[in-house]
């Protein structure tokens, strides 16, 4: 009974945990890296297990740094259910069309370099047709159900609030006898946030894998976040610039909607025209209109008032490649939300191309940017960004607005082991080294435990959890 770590281990991405237990293999997440190029190509590498060897995999959420490689492990032999809650089941149809989409393209533009110049052609590394068939091996479940899922395996999901479907998985593992129970975080979101409930305590289990994203940094409070907002607003209608903002399709638009509908009074937001320039994220929009039933209260009843009337009437849905285009000739007046959320793809790119050196452009930052990608270089101060072969001077004003993040903050982070009564032995993923390490020193000094940091590679014994082999 051990498990073994494949990906976001020491690093916020491509998050992928195998667990053997009674002669069954059951993978968690099996998701995507992202970051520079050369780290995006390990996505197209060979599985370091045979994939026709696992008998399921157990989906945390949609988001690809923990779906996206599922179509190429169909694609390379595997035969068995995907299980995961069935709003993520409904975003992953979305999501992984996308991927594969984009997987397409890059190989065809890829081909076109290598013709020229005599070379071999590649092929993409999964594509539509193979994520449209990876679909068919995906099982919905409700949170809260207890499901036999292989023999000696019993899974549970609960909702960890991070994006609609999100979930905290509990594993009750059995093998000659011995019981134990893992119960592994997924992405964790922030209490007391619109639109999802709150994340679920667990109290009890035997070992605990937690994400760290933000484990070393504490999230703005609303109030802090809504002058933030407020002040960039006004700066941008001072500046008569446009206001960009790079956000991820899923979870991270649907919370920016609901702000400026909430606020839209307040934040003046009827003096702009909003374009929300994704195809998928307005696909994924409809999604969590369908699934009202995970939303909290408030959202809940402002959702129905949304059905009596719209409540952002300067809301623009781009959906092609001309309208998105057409919105490079507006140099004013217009908030742009588009992807990609870490600007390394998508239609962001060509609204940098046409704003980032315009020094009345505000570029509002809204969710983490991992190592090596564009968004990562804007944060971190970049003079000059190159798109496309071309340098571009970054003239535009660079915000940065955690407040607004689907991830858990540190003290989040604390809390929810905290309710762990039992204190089981923590491991610790999906973060980067820096986060990692300032998190386990607050674990230990509030809550006297010593957390583990997962290594690439590494096979840990549930049966004695603290012990690496």
């Not at 959202?299 to 623009?316: A, C, E, F, G, V």
């Amino acid at each position: 009974m051990h498990i073994e770590f494949h990906g976001a281990a020491g690093e916020v991405t491509g998050s992928c945990h195998l667990i053997t237990v009674a002669g069954q293999r059951v993978l968690l997440d099996c998701g995507m890296v992202q970051g520079g190029r050369l780290s995006e190509a390990r996505n197209a590498m060979p599985f370091p297990f045979d994939p026709a060897a696992i008998d399921a995999v157990v989906l945390s959420h949609a988001h690809i740094d923990h779906s996206g490689r599922i179509p190429f492990l169909v694609k390379s032999g595997f035969k068995g259910p995907v299980y995961t809650q069935k709003a993520s089941r409904d975003l992953c149809r979305i999501m992984l069309k996308d991927s594969a989409y984009l997987n397409e393209k890059e190989a065809e533009w890829e081909n076109r370099k290598r013709e020229r110049k005599g070379l071999k052609l590649i092929e993409p590394f999964y594509t539509v047709q193979d994520a449209q068939a990876a679909m068919g091996q995906f099982k919905g479940i409700d949170y809260g159900v207890k499901k036999k899922i292989a023999p000696g395996i019993t899974l549970r999901l609960s909702d960890a609030g991070h994006i609609l479907g999100s979930a905290i998985v509990e594993l009750w593992l059995e093998e000659n006898g011995v019981r134990r129970k893992l119960v592994f975080s997924g992405d964790l979101g922030t209490p007391d946030k619109p639109i999802l409930r709150d994340p679920s305590f667990i109290e009890s289990a035997d070992f605990v894998l937690m994400e760290s994203t933000y484990g070393d940094r504490l999230h703005r409070s609303g109030e802090e976040t809504y002058r933030e907002v407020v002040e960039i607003v006004r700066q941008a209608e001072k500046a008569r610039g446009n206001i960009l903002i790079p956000a991820f399709a899923v979870g991270r638009t649907q919370r920016l909607l609901y702000e400026f509908a909430k606020h839209y009074s307040d934040w003046n937001l009827n003096r702009w025209q909003i374009f929300l320039d994704s195809p998928m994220a307005i696909e994924a929009t409809a999604v969590y209109t369908k699934h009202t039933e995970l939303y909290d209260a408030e959202s809940r009843q402002l959702w129905q008032q949304n059905k009596q009337h719209p409540l952002l009437p300067n809301l623009h849905l781009s959906r092609t490649a001309n309208q998105s285009m057409q919105l490079n000739k507006i140099s004013s007046g217009a908030i742009i939300i588009a992807g990609s959320g870490m600007c390394t793809g998508g239609r962001i790119k060509h609204h940098l191309k046409h704003n980032v050196w315009r020094k009345h452009c505000h570029v509002v930052i809204v969710g983490f940017q991992a190592q090596g990608t564009l968004g990562r270089q804007l944060i971190d101060g970049a003079k000059h960004i190159r798109l496309w072969g071309e340098t571009l001077r970054v003239k535009a004003k660079i915000h940065t607005v955690g407040g607004l993040s689907a991830h858990a903050d540190q003290a989040g982070l604390v809390d929810w082991y905290g309710h762990f009564k039992n204190r089981p032995p923590l491991t610790l993923v999906h973060g980067e080294p820096r986060s990692i390490q300032v998190l386990a020193e607050r674990i230990w000094k509030e809550l006297g435990v010593r957390a583990h940091e997962a290594r690439p590679g590494e096979m840990i014994d549930l049966l004695e959890p603290r012990k690496s082999i």
